[in-house]
């Protein structure tokens, strides 16, 4: 069997099965990827493409950590766009951390995720034409991915992003930074990423409202060739242009070099010089005390004056500063999950075009206390009768011999004679049903004068169902409108819910759009799967009229070779027997306990053998 023809392996069954293991909801259907804060949904993809399924497990894994792990209310207190980026950042490091720590499958799944991204030029390649900010978003969101999530296929965007930000900003603003960044391995809360991205503000500010620099630790940046010699640029890395290690890059372990600063300032002397010699200047002559009756007057600092030079480098520096601070959200990138989010929107949408759809789930209208009508109520009880008969009878096998018990066989006290003491009998108890059924309600416009039948049929079965113990009952509606305009399905009974208690949403709804049997069948494929019962059976009540025959009839057998069992009950007409390998028909309520005992007899029997 293929995996092409198992739907145990495919896209929107696995998505679902991750979703429940991080304890989420996982919908997928409709073209748009994205989390509410309790649901993550996904567009549907192609159901065995592995390039689609690495995005989505990819963009589940970093969501479902969000979910789990972020306050979202935390990221009301962003002051900037600017701020909310670097929150973004911050907040995105500490959840994949955690969530790699707590099921080490979603590191794993992100870190080849992230090559593969890589190898297709995903990420943005950080050039000169960029904004301040977007340079500065993207040193953090790099060199942050690699030292701490050692996501290491992203080490030449870090270190390009790294001497662009070291053309804008002095060599101790980077040093300063990557004490900050430093924290982020030990960020435990939401609030604490807010409060680093609020850091990382102060520090910006700081570093513009200071004075120009004099020496020592601060090295003013100009020439990249200078900066990368002194300042732990690209050629400071070593042959193999390797990153230094997260220990190496602690400012604490290596202090900026005085040397280095020395060099620098000395070739600082050395440009002042030749512009003073350009200008008629000699080192004696400005040595010399003036003697001129108006020195006593405030001196005019020299174009060619050290403090001038150091000023002209300072003013590009801080209008780089002032230009991250006061960046538009259009001057910055989107963070990694709104670009996965991108991308696997236009694979849902190509999905589309290609033919393939996936029905998405709707929120449900509440439950309101209601009394099931007669006639349903009639068909419950005479289909439950005969299906509890059926049951009782099935799990008692014919008493056989045994050497021990509490009733004897005098048919059999000859075997005492031949030394057998196999002369009790004794009654085989057979274990208990053990399936979950899910009902698939058809309310296309062509069902308009067959589904009040459709849906006292569907309502009369789950009833009856559910009071037999060890079977699980669901039943849901299409079409409905979803998401984006995709097709929706209405749950009217979920597994874990009572059908008498929801019985008012089975009258919730009228017949209306057209029939998309696919898309609701790989939904309930997808939810069927993931339950725990050995057997599983998908009823579907319709007149078997599809909008494409083609369709339906690949997902009903990729679903019997995964396991499900298919039944269909036909309303009126017998359409249902071209595309369901066991099928009924009914006329009107009155045969649908007949009926259904007939075709529910073979499974339910059928089940309870298996299971001896």
């Avoid at 549907?44 to 972020?70: C, I, K, Q, W």
């Avoid at 060739?225 to 990153?243: A, I, S, T, V, Y």
């Avoid at 400005?286 to 003013?315: C, F, H, L, N």
């Avoid at 390998?581 to 007899?601: G, N, R, S, T, Y």
Wanted: aromatic share 4%.
């Amino acid at each position: 069997m293929t995996s092409r023809t198992n739907l145990m392996h495919s896209l929107p069954v696995v998505a679902k099965a991750l979703g429940r293991k991080y304890g989420l909801s996982v919908e997928v259907g409709g073209t748009q990827a994205f989390t509410d804060g309790d649901t993550i949904h996904l567009p549907s993809l192609p159901p065995d493409d592995r390039e689609a399924a690495a995005l989505a497990y990819g963009f589940l894994d970093h969501e479902a950590g969000h979910v789990r792990l972020t306050k979202f209310e935390v990221l009301s207190q962003a002051k900037s766009p600017l701020h909310k980026v670097l929150f973004n950042i911050f907040e995105d490091i500490r959840v994949e951390k955690e969530m790699g720590q707590i099921f080490p499958g979603c590191r794993i799944n992100l870190e080849s995720l992230i090559r593969k991204l890589v190898a297709d030029h995903f990420f943005d390649e950080p050039t000169s034409k960029g904004s301040p900010a977007a340079i500065l978003q993207a040193f953090l969101l790099y060199e942050l991915r690699v030292q701490v999530l050692h996501q290491n296929a992203l080490i030449p965007l870090s270190q390009a992003s790294e001497d662009l930000l070291r053309q804008l900003t002095s060599g101790e603003l980077i040093q300063r930074l990557l004490k900050v960044m430093n924290k982020v391995d030990a960020l435990t809360s939401s609030k604490e990423s807010m409060a680093l991205a609020e850091e990382v503000l102060r520090l910006l500010k700081q570093e513009m409202e200071g004075p120009a620099s004099s020496g020592g630790d601060r090295r003013e940046c100009g020439n990249p060739q200078d900066l990368k010699q002194g300042d732990g640029g690209q050629e400071n890395r070593g042959p193999e242009n390797h990153p230094p290690s997260a220990v190496q890059r602690n400012p604490q372990h290596f202090p900026a070099p005085q040397s280095s600063t020395h060099s620098e300032s000395q070739r600082v002397e050395s440009k002042l010089g030749e512009e003073r010699g350009t200008a008629g200047y000699s080192q004696s002559e400005e040595s010399q005390p003036s003697i001129d009756t108006e020195s006593a007057q405030p001196a005019v600092e020299s174009p060619g004056s050290k403090r001038t030079d150091r000023r002209r480098y300072k003013a590009p520096r801080d209008k780089a500063l002032r230009k991250m601070l006061q960046a538009s959200e259009s001057e910055l990138t989107r963070d990694f999950g709104e670009m996965l989010a991108e991308r696997l929107a236009r694979e849902g949408e190509q999905a589309c075009k290609d033919g393939f759809r996936m029905a998405v789930a709707i929120r449900p209208p509440a439950a309101v206390a209601s009394q099931i009508g007669q006639e349903v109520s009639q068909q419950t009880r005479a289909l439950r009768v005969r299906l509890d008969g059926l049951i009782q009878a099935s799990r008692l096998d014919r008493s056989r011999l045994a050497s021990t018990g509490i009733r004897i066989n005098t048919g059999e006290l000859y075997r005492l004679a031949l030394s057998d003491p196999q002369v009790f009998s004794r009654l085989r108890k057979r274990n208990a049903i053990n399936t979950a059924v899910q009902i698939l309600l058809d309310k296309s416009d062509s069902m308009r004068h067959r589904l009040e039948i459709a849906r006292k049929a569907a309502l009369a079965v789950a009833c009856a169902l559910q009071y037999i113990n060890g079977t699980a009952v669901a039943c849901a509606a299409f079409p409905v409108v979803g998401v984006g305009n995709a097709v929706g399905i209405l749950p009217l009974t979920r597994f874990d819910e009572r059908v008498a208690v929801t019985a008012s949403r089975y009258e919730s709804f009228d017949a209306q759009g057209g029939t998309p049997l696919a898309e609701a069948l790989w939904w309930c494929a997808s939810e069927i799967l993931g339950r725990r019962e050995e057997r599983k059976i998908i009823l579907v009540v319709t007149d078997g009229q599809p909008d494409d025959s083609g369709s339906p009839r690949e997902i009903v057998q990729r679903c019997l070779h995964s396991g499900i069992e298919m039944i269909g009950l036909g309303i009126e007409v017998q359409a249902v027997k071209a595309l369901f390998p066991d099928w009924c028909v009914i006329q009107d309520m009155e045969q649908l306990a007949p009926v259904m005992f007939k075709v529910l007899e073979r499974k339910l029997t059928h089940s309870i053998a298996e299971s001896a």
